[in-house]
């Protein structure tokens, strides 16, 4: 693999952290957003559905666009546009201002995911796999120090602090500029060796599927991705909550559990890619979604803070194995479609989880937070649709890198 593909893979994967990272920060705050604010669980969850909408309707739509016409600096654009929300969040006052804060914040991670996660795939050759799971282990990394360094910055119990975060978007844009320059130099290469790529591993297709199947595929795909990210929801918005309440943790404390968990995620993440590309992907998608589900079960029913701080980090590593495999196993069902793909899954993932929010906010306040973990693991029985998505084995020996 060349020095400058690996650069450039590293690159998006610690952008990929940061841009992360703000959505996990925010959400390991909304304790304290509550409290000071004095918001509903309700109001909580149209924070989430603001951030994740505004993410979820713009990402296919980037990608489309860039599969015709790339567009290399929209990455530092979108950027500046987490930058704007970063620095609008810290001097909120009001439920509005925070809802026009993680509104740019949506945005700007909508511009980011399609294009960075087109750029990996193109210069991946027959490592997809394992560098879309780097990429995205990136995310989930981010995603899990976000609530460290929630219980870190705002130690003193004010979400104004969280404008030292700006100094780091401002380090991401800076690292993102030579990048973009490279990919804007090479791109008719980079192209050129996927399509090349992409024509190896259709000659090693095992079936080649109509387009009923793939409709079909992308429809049960999409059910796993409610699944799961209605699930991951839940976790995002009430797990400090449900320490705090049922077990009596500080603030503080519960955000280092919320962390435990976010970590094993981005393991999961990390071992789901290589697993798929070795296995296959419908066994890592099937094993991930229904082999979360027993662990799920029990948890709500748990009375040790320990065990259940550990069946957490189980699920999370468990569930959090199958997003790459979807995207890859997605991107091959529909070649030629990368960004679109990516921008269509990413954002569904976002839309998902940012209805579920308000939906499970309206239900914490009817029932309290306990019930709505006991509801939400029945979601994880739809693995077994898995069994109906078509098996792609292909077999690729060689594959051109891009120098």
């Known amino acids: 693999m060349r020095f400058a593909t690996v650069a450039v893979v590293l690159v998006l994967t610690f952008t990929h952290l940061t841009n992360d990272l703000f959505q996990s920060f925010f959400q390991a705050v909304y304790p304290n957003i509550k409290e000071s604010l004095s918001l509903t669980f309700m109001q909580i969850g149209f924070i989430t559905l ?21 567009l290399p600096y929209l990455l530092p654009f979108g950027m500046f546009s987490t930058f704007v929300g970063v620095l609008m969040f810290s001097y909120a006052g009001s439920f509005l201002a925070v809802l026009l804060a993680v509104s740019f914040i949506g945005f700007g991670s909508a511009v980011f995911h399609p294009e960075a996660s087109r750029i990996v795939y193109l210069v991946s050759g027959n490592r997809a796999g394992l560098l879309q799971s780097l990429f995205l282990v990136g995310g989930n990394v981010g995603g899990s120090f976000g609530a460290l360094f929630a219980a870190v910055i705002l130690a003193n119990g004010h979400h104004g602090n969280s404008i030292w975060l700006s100094v780091l978007v401002i380090c991401t844009i800076i690292l993102l500029v030579p990048v973009c320059r490279w990919y804007s130099r090479n791109i008719s290469k980079i192209n050129r060796s996927r399509v090349e790529v992409d024509a190896s591993l259709a000659k090693g297709s095992s079936k080649k599927f109509s387009r009923g199947t793939v409709v079909i595929s992308l429809f049960i795909l999409s059910m796993l991705i409610f699944s799961k990210y209605v699930y991951l929801a839940l976790f995002r918005m009430f797990y400090t909550f449900y320490l705090i309440e049922r077990f009596g943790v500080s603030l503080r404390e519960s955000q280092v559990y919320l962390f435990l968990f976010l970590f094993s995620a981005a393991v999961g993440t990390l071992v789901g890619g290589p697993v ?10 099937w094993g991930s979604i229904l082999g979360a589900a027993p662990f799920a079960f029990c948890l709500p029913f748990v009375g040790s803070l320990w065990w259940t701080c550990f069946l957490s980090m189980v699920i999370g590593f468990i569930l959090s194995s199958a ?81």
Request: aromatic letters at 10%.
């Open 50 to 70: 603001t951030f994740q909408v505004t993410s979820s309707i713009c990402q296919p739509l980037v990608g489309l666009i860039t599969d015709k016409r790339p």
């Open 276 to 285: 798929g590309d070795r296995v296959g992907r419908k066994y890592v998608i």
């Open 323 to 403: 997003f790459s495999a979807i995207l890859i196993y997605a991107q091959e069902l529909v070649p030629g479609k990368i960004g679109m793909i990516a921008g269509l899954f990413f954002g569904l993932a976002f839309g998902i989880a940012g209805a579920a929010s308000v939906v499970l906010g309206k239900i914490a306040d009817m029932y309290g937070v306990n019930f709505v973990f006991q509801i939400c693991s029945i979601l994880l029985l739809l693995g077994l649709i898995t069994y109906f998505l078509p098996n792609i084995k292909q077999h690729v020996n060689n594959s051109q890198e891009i120098k």
